[in-house]
T-cell receptor, first 115, second 115 residues
Framework: DVKVTQSSRYLVKRTGEKVFLECVQD?????MFWYRQDPGLGLRLIYF???????EKGDIPEGYSVSREKKERFSLILESASTNQTSMYLC??????????????FGPGTRLLVL | AQSVTQLGSHVSVSEGALVLLRCNYS??????LFWYVQYPNQGLQLLLK??????LVKGINGFEAEFKKSETSFHLTKPSAHMSDAAEYFC?????????????FGTGTRLLVSP
């Protein structure tokens, strides 16, 4: 089974702090994704990566950056956390070799509260 | 750009009743469509997906969905609801951008099942 793990289930940070959210997948997937989930808005793509050290902006990249130094690990960075970044953050991965119709596999999520 | 509309942010059914969750899509190319389920405090799990083979797609836990091109719909159904089906359900359409597949999600429908 594909396993996507996220470093924290719950996180509380202060405004202005630098925040790191870590995601690891164990299936040698090429693609990894970061989403944020907010009530009534569904999932919105922040960034994705299709290879080590490669990244692409999603729909809402402002205020975020990412890092992918190893294939299995994809980090989301909030350079200076703000209260409007309080949200549920979901990481996902997909093989990257199957073309269209690929399934994305999700981690359990990190619920971030910024005070 | 592709998009997904899920009608009804909340759907309530009684245990044993038919479940119908609605999803309409907009796509400029033949779509690949997905239904994911999110149980409380968990990540998303794939229920089923349509990848241009059979129009009636069967998924896990007794769910199925029918692709109707003329109606641009991909509604999710289950003949008899169970208490364990209470969750949030997301419809998604694949979008190819800069050569990579992304998923565009709807805003979700929360299914409530009463005894």
């Amino acid at each position: 089974d594909v396993k996507v793990t996220q470093s924290s289930r719950y996180l509380v940070k202060r405004t202005g702090e630098k925040v790191f959210l870590e995601c690891v997948q164990d299936m040698d997937h090429e693609n990894m994704f970061w989403y944020r989930q907010d009530p009534g808005l569904g999932l919105r793509l922040i960034y994705f990566s299709y290879d080590v050290k490669m990244k692409e902006k999603g729909d809402i990249p402002e205020g975020y950056s990412v890092s992918r130094e190893k294939k299995e690990r994809f980090s989301l960075i909030l350079e200076s956390a703000s209260t409007n970044q309080t949200s549920m953050y979901l990481c996902a991965s997909s093989p990257g070799t199957s073309g269209r119709g690929e399934t994305q596999y999700f981690g359990p999520g990190t619920r971030l509260l910024v005070l | 750009a592709q998009s997904v509309t899920q009608l009804g942010s909340h759907v309530s059914v009684s245990e044993g009743a038919l479940v119908l969750l609605r999803c309409n899509y907009s796509s400029s190319v033949p779509p690949y469509l997905f239904w994911y389920v999110q149980y409380p405090n968990q990540g998303l799990q794939l229920l089923l997906k349509y990848t241009s083979a059979a129009t009636l797609v069967k998924g896990i836990n007794g769910f199925e969905a029918e692709f109707k091109k003329s109606e641009t719909s991909f509604h999710l159904t289950k003949p008899s609801a169970h208490m364990s089906d209470a969750a949030e359900y997301f419809c998604a359409v694949s979008e190819f951008s800069t050569g990579f597949q992304k998923l565009v999600f709807g805003t979700g429908t929360r299914l409530l099942v009463s005894p």
